[in-house]
């Protein structure tokens, strides 16, 4: 992508009105007082924070470690480069400062840069301003177009970011040193807003140079003229490792000028990892707790695992994705069974597991085992899960009967009653019973998932059998 990607939306844009001022002279006279960028944003986080308010409504996970240091680094006013692996929320933060600027902020109307009404910088807002006096025309800009967004590019030119000579406007008659001349790039535009730079290593060098005036001394140069624009703007980046990326590196002036360098992190408590999962995961079906419990103990286990290059790292889209992909397993059968409801089960997550392979970034002495890797681990989350959940059942009637010689039939493509009319009757045992109720599961469909956690359990614990063929799993 190399076009700057378009501004977050708030979920109160649609049910706010903008002020009616429509002059300068009636904004003074309503008392307004212009604020700095910096400023306004101290201003309403201190405000959230003394409120009791939490201003990062979404983010899971960086309570203790990340968002204090965000904070502090907000309210000293610094621009912020955030460093972590793929999948750790960093775009997603970045997006939630959205939330700390004021709701709605006047800017003179038709202005390229959004300049504030008691404060225009360019040529051509000042001499409206002094022609115009009390009646220059005022605009309202909500806090969402004052976020503008780049994921950086190696194709990235000055001219996106600084700005460039205009063509059409020389040609129009006016001279080469006329500042009127010039095409304004994102930063530029983004004049008392936040402009977020993904990926800053990938920026080529020549073009992190051209930032340095930007970033200290607030000032632009454009094909050998410099304008003094005193743009009041945070910039705020993200950036992987660069002992991964091996793409590029953030220069070492650049990296000077921001004035706090945070690392962020996967989340350190299971509880968030499921949180995330929740939260980004757009499920066609439902899915229960215990499997997206697995889903997250998996996602943790494989960034222990020596096996896979923890520099890459494992992201969280990878436990989404998983979730997102047995979810469209229980709905397939759903539909190819005529099921009225659509529930994921134990048997769902190897269809995940066959389609995530490539998300991983295996150690190079692996080569050949992936599968194998990947099956151990789910086989580990899915015995942890089981001990979580089920710690304290009685299972010795159910081992009894298939030792006997029952057997329980299940797969992707059988229907949830099936499931259950092929299980051993254990005469008055409620043992069925407690395990669905130690579950949550209520409905057939999550009885059904309920009762293959507890075989899958039984067999990891090597105290039944297990045959799979295709896409049917017999426990025998």
């Known amino acids: ?238 950036a992987n490792p660069e002992d991964y990326t091996n793409r590029g590196r953030i220069i070492t002036p650049l990296k000077d000028r921001f004035g706090a360098e945070i690392r962020t992190h996967y989340p350190t408590e299971l509880e968030a990892e499921v949180a995330v999962i929740r939260q980004e995961a757009e499920l066609v079906a439902d899915v229960p707790d215990h499997l997206i419990e697995i889903l997250a103990r998996f996602t943790r286990a494989l960034r222990q695992s020596s096996s896979v290059d923890q520099r890459s790292g494992v992201s969280a889209r990878f436990a989404i994705a998983g979730a997102e992909t047995i979810a469209a397993s229980a709905l397939h059968r759903a539909a190819v069974r005529g099921e009225q409801e659509a529930v994921a089960r134990v048997v769902d997550l190897q269809t995940a597991v066959e389609v995530l392979g490539g998300k991983i970034e295996f150690e190079s002495g692996e080569e050949g085992r992936e599968a194998e890797v990947l099956e151990h681990l789910l086989r580990t989350a899915t015995a942890e899960a089981v001990r979580s959940h089920l710690r304290g059942v009685d299972f010795s009637l159910l081992v009894e009967a298939i030792e006997s010689g029952a057997m329980v039939t299940t797969g992707v493509q059988m229907s949830a009653h099936d499931m259950l009319e092929g299980l051993p009757r254990l005469g008055e045992s409620e043992l069925y019973d407690d395990i669905a109720a130690r579950l949550g599961a209520t409905t057939e469909g999550q009885r059904a998932g309920a009762m293959e956690l507890a075989l899958e359990g039984l067999y990891l614990a090597r105290r039944v059998g297990k045959d799979t063929d295709g896409g049917e799993t017999v426990y025998g």
Do not use: C
């Open 1 to 238: 992508m190399t076009q700057a990607s378009p501004a977050p939306t708030s979920p109160d844009i649609a049910a706010s009105t903008a002020p009616s001022l429509t002059t300068v002279g009636e904004l003074r006279a309503s008392g307004h007082v212009q604020k700095t960028l910096r400023a306004e944003i101290r201003d309403n986080l201190l405000a959230h924070l003394r409120a009791g308010e939490n201003p990062w409504p979404g983010l899971h996970g960086f309570e203790r470690t990340v968002i204090p240091q965000l904070e502090r680094a907000l309210i000293a006013g610094h621009d912020i480069v955030l460093l972590g692996e793929r999948g750790q929320g960093k775009t997603r933060l970045l997006r939630t400062l959205v939330g700390l600027m004021d709701e709605w902020t006047p800017v003179i109307a038709g202005s390229e840069l959004g300049e504030h009404p008691y404060e225009p910088i360019i040529h051509a807002s000042r001499r409206r301003a002094a022609e115009l006096g009390d009646d220059l025309p005022i605009a309202w800009r909500h806090r969402d177009e004052r976020y503008a967004e780049k994921l950086a590019t190696p194709d990235t030119s000055v001219a996106d970011l600084i700005g460039d000579v205009d063509p059409m406007r020389v040609a129009e008659g006016r001279s080469l040193g006329d500042p009127e001349t010039i095409h304004f790039g994102l930063i530029p535009r983004s004049h008392r807003g936040i402009v977020a730079i993904n990926e800053l290593p990938d920026l080529a060098e020549r073009i992190q140079v051209a930032m340095l005036n930007v970033m200290e001394e607030r000032d632009i140069q454009i094909r050998g003229y410099v304008l003094r624009l005193p743009l009041d703007l945070l910039v705020v980046a993200s």
